[in-house]
């Protein structure tokens, strides 16, 4: 009669037990749907997994408390990686190369931009010490986080298959150092220079005209332009000002992870920062090109800060008028060293 009470009373006794913890029942129902899984699916582990990724479950064992601390295994992470080592870097370098590539078959096509008259001797102050400085600054910091940054997203793919672990991984740890203390400097370099320039970059009537006729590069007319043509004040607002903050913003979200942002917030802060650093470098190199080998003279004019008058007249028509008029900033420039007119005389004749 006892035995039989019991045997009876002990299953109600038990329900009534899980029904006053049923956090205890979910689990124990748990433990037996996953006993009964190993034994008909051996090795398949979906429900621990699926509790892991909830991130509030037995398997949380960390004492370290923080934004997402509790989450050892994050799914998103998982996309982020397919779209930064996908389509990032598939069109990313595609977009690389091809600008590599056409900038290199338009100068075998056109070369250098040359003085269509002999220089006058007579030299103009195109960039002040500061306007110098600012430039220069800017751009060996990009140039350091171009090369970094190119390291970081396709030096496995074409660095470590030539050169190996051990090289690749010494460069690995110097591109991280130098991308992560040179960004911030980048940032304050970028907003000084639009600080310095933004009031010369202004859009003007005259500039939809150079827009028409692409500045003469390919019909060879000379299209008259203030201080600064339409070109380069696209690259001034699109590359450095645009691109430049996005990738400093982006760029400090992930230098900086212990702001408590998520890791969501940090994977698409990862590609933004990619696109725009691949769009900037792009954009850049056009710029390069054109401040260097592709025109005659422009290098020594940031470098030195003088152009001569005809470079200033056939390249700045309306900036040098108003220099002649004298109501631009800039000013004819006396007294400049021998050596510097030299270094100029050259540069023209090369």
């Not at 056939?314 to 030299?342: I, M, S, T």
């Amino acid at each position: 009669m006892t035995r039989s009470f019991a045997s009876h009373c002990l299953p109600l006794v038990m329900l009534l037990f899980l029904g006053m913890f049923p956090q205890l029942a979910a689990s124990t129902d748990s433990a037996q749907e996953q006993l009964q899984r190993q034994s008909t699916q051996p090795g398949n582990n979906a429900p621990v997994w699926r509790e892991v990724r909830k991130g509030e479950s037995p398997y949380q064992t960390t004492q370290v408390r923080g934004v997402e601390t509790n989450i050892l295994v994050q799914p998103g992470g998982e996309t982020w990686r397919r779209i930064r080592n996908g389509p990032i870097t598939l069109y990313g370098g595609a977009l690389l190369i091809a600008i590599v590539l056409l900038i290199f078959a338009f100068y075998r096509w056109k070369g250098a931009l040359k003085l269509r008259d002999k220089p006058t001797g007579r030299l103009i102050e195109r960039f002040s010490d500061w306007e110098r400085l600012v430039h220069w600054s800017t751009a060996i910091s990009f140039v350091i986080l171009a090369v970094s940054g190119i390291v970081m997203l396709f030096g496995k793919y074409v660095i470590l298959p030539m050169f190996g672990y051990t090289l690749f991984s010494w460069l690995a740890v110097i591109r991280k150092n130098l991308h992560n203390f040179v960004g911030p400097l980048f940032m304050f370099c970028t907003l000084a220079m639009f600080v310095t320039f933004a009031r010369d970059n202004v859009w003007r009537k005259i500039d939809f005209n150079w827009v028409a006729q692409a500045g003469g590069l390919l019909n060879g007319k000379h299209v008259p332009s203030g201080r600064f043509n339409a070109g380069e004040k696209a690259w001034f607002w699109f590359g450095v000002t645009m691109l430049g903050l996005v990738s400093s913003a982006s760029g400090l979200v992930l230098d900086f992870p212990n702001f408590e942002q998520t890791r969501f917030v940090m994977q698409w802060a990862n590609v933004a920062h990619a696109v725009s650093a691949v769009l900037f470098i792009g954009v850049a190199l056009t710029h390069i090109y054109i401040g260097t080998i592709g025109t005659e003279a422009a290098y020594e004019s940031m470098r030195l800060g003088l152009v001569d008058e005809m470079w200033a007249k056939e390249h700045h028509e309306l900036w040098y008028e108003e220099v002649k008029a004298g109501k631009a900033r800039q000013h004819f420039a006396d007294n400049v060293p021998a050596e510097v007119k030299a270094q100029l005389t050259q540069a023209i004749k090369a």
